[in-house]
């Protein structure tokens, strides 16, 4: 396992939409990895959007030998208002290479690093003081 920097070759953050995203979880699911939702439907049952930005942040190998690439999810969700969701999700490497980037420039990539990194730890709606 290892993770991948903003300069790798396969870094990438890429808008997404449902379908798109359906295809990666059927994906996921005809290969048994894990690290998925439990189904399609499940995956629907949780992600209202259209769209979908994923950002890819570790490498892995599956059970069976296969190189993955473990990737964030970040989306809008049923029943929690106007609250996102994140969630991970592995990802064969050849399916990304398909995806269109929206990172492509060095400050739109910086931002979206970080605009990630704020989700994955969590944002609160904050009162000012």
């Known amino acids: 396992m ?3 920097g903003t300069t790798d070759a396969d870094f990438r953050i890429c808008r997404i939409d449902l379908d798109a995203l359906v295809r990666l979880q059927q994906s996921t699911e005809d290969r048994g990895w894990s690290t998925r939702w439990t189904s399609v439907d499940a995956m629907r049952s949780q992600v209202i959007s259209d769209w979908v930005l994923l950002q890819t942040f570790q490498r892995q ?3 069976g030998g296969d190189e993955v690439v473990r990737c964030l999810l970040l989306f809008a969700t049923e029943n929690h208002g106007a609250a996102g ?3 991970t999700l592995d990802v064969e490497p050849g399916a990304l290479v398909l ?3 929206i990172d492509d420039d060095p400050a739109v990539r910086s931002a979206m690093v970080d605009l990630f990194m704020l989700a994955t ?3 609160a709606m904050m ?3």
């Open 99 to 101: 995806l269109d980037r």
């Open 61 to 63: 190998r599956a059970a």
């Open 127 to 129: 009162t000012k003081r």
């Open 121 to 123: 730890g969590g944002i």
């Open 2 to 4: 290892s993770l991948i």
């Open 85 to 87: 969701g994140v969630a």
